[in-house]
């Protein structure tokens, strides 16, 4: 069960949570580098076409070794 500030959130009421960003405004958090090397694009973005291509593979992953399992259960 939701308590009653994040069913506010959930149907649209209200403001999301805040974050504590004490850290951040400190400079003790690293917040460089967020997006793995594998995924730029090298013009400050994102590559999403290697993000489909590899979530694709994990998707193929995934069932292959769903298959596998349930052919070692008979």
Do not use: C, W
């Amino acid at each position: 069960m939701m308590d009653s500030k994040e069913e506010q959130y959930f149907n649209g009421v209200g403001s999301p949570p805040r974050q504590n960003n004490e850290g951040l405004e400190k400079g003790i958090i690293d917040n460089t580098g967020v997006i793995p090397i594998r995924y730029q694009d090298g013009l400050g973005g994102i590559d999403i076409e290697q993000v489909r291509r590899d979530q694709q593979q994990a998707k193929r992953e995934f069932i292959r070794a769903i298959l596998k399992y349930l052919r070692r259960q008979h």
